[in-house]
């Protein structure tokens, strides 16, 4: 048997384990602490067109019953954006996974709108912004290699698991950037709102989508690792930082 804990760290949508380095080299040191990261299907160099969102699910899956395999008995969750989502999917599966951190958890997206057409060109009148809010290049270059299959895969996978947030009961910590132009707060409030366990949600002034990657990320990784390693987590229900 295991006695230190696995730390699972779900990237998001047309993103990739380097939006999460630096809470994965903060926590890496730590003792109690096993961390572990990979690509979802589909989010290779070259963003294929043929992959589903069940296919996300699985390599989830694939991953925390390797843990659990390992002699793991309990596994943290790390979800960023749709990484977010799948984190949740994974919570109501294993009753391995203690604890969830989500960074702006990606059930709402861009604007309110519900059909497609309206979010593509949501994405296109706020692209610019996007743009030059993040990394210009590395975003631009994400965005064009990002297909309409994949992006529908994308929207299947959030309208499929509006009904997560409720079935979990695990501990869960919510970071919300208030400057996020991809992810609105009202989507970590949702989250936050539905959920039936012990639940904790810090807004981030200033800070945009790339939650990990910011003036903040210190204190959000130090947040972390006292989340994930104190036996009673004793904080405000809701801050703002």
Not at 57 to 68: A, G, R, T, W
Not at 109 to 121: E, G, P, V, W
Not at 152 to 173: G, Y
Request: glycine residues 4%.
């Amino acid at each position: 048997m295991i006695f230190r804990k696995a730390v699972l760290i779900i990237h998001g949508f047309a993103g990739g384990v380097y939006d999460e380095e630096s809470v994965q080299y903060y926590l890496n040191p730590n003792w109690q602490l096993d961390v572990y990261n990979f690509t979802l299907p589909g989010h290779e160099r070259n963003l294929t067109h043929d992959v589903t969102y069940q296919e996300w699910i699985n390599s989830v899956d694939k991953h925390v019953e390797y843990l659990i395999n390992q002699g793991y008995k309990n596994i943290y969750v790390i979800g960023h954006s749709m990484g977010g989502v799948l984190a949740l999917h994974a919570a109501t599966r294993y009753p391995q996974i203690k604890k969830v951190v989500l960074a702006a958890p990606a059930f709402q997206y861009l604007t309110a709108q519900d059909n497609l057409i309206d979010k593509i060109d949501s994405l296109i009148k706020n692209g610019a912004n996007i743009v030059k809010t993040y990394k210009g290049k590395e975003i631009l270059s994400r965005m064009l290699k990002v297909s309409i299959p994949m992006v529908i895969e994308f929207t299947k996978l959030v309208e499929e698991s509006q009904n997560l947030p409720s079935q979990v009961n695990v501990p869960v910590l919510i970071f919300q950037g208030t400057s996020d132009d991809i992810v609105p707060s009202t989507s970590s409030e949702y989250v936050y709102n539905q959920l039936c366990g012990k639940k904790w949600l810090i807004y981030l002034s200033d800070v945009n989508h790339d939650v990990f990657n910011n003036k903040k990320q210190d204190m959000i990784n130090k947040e972390i690792e006292k989340f994930f390693t104190k036996n009673f987590y004793k904080e405000d229900s809701i801050r703002k930082w």
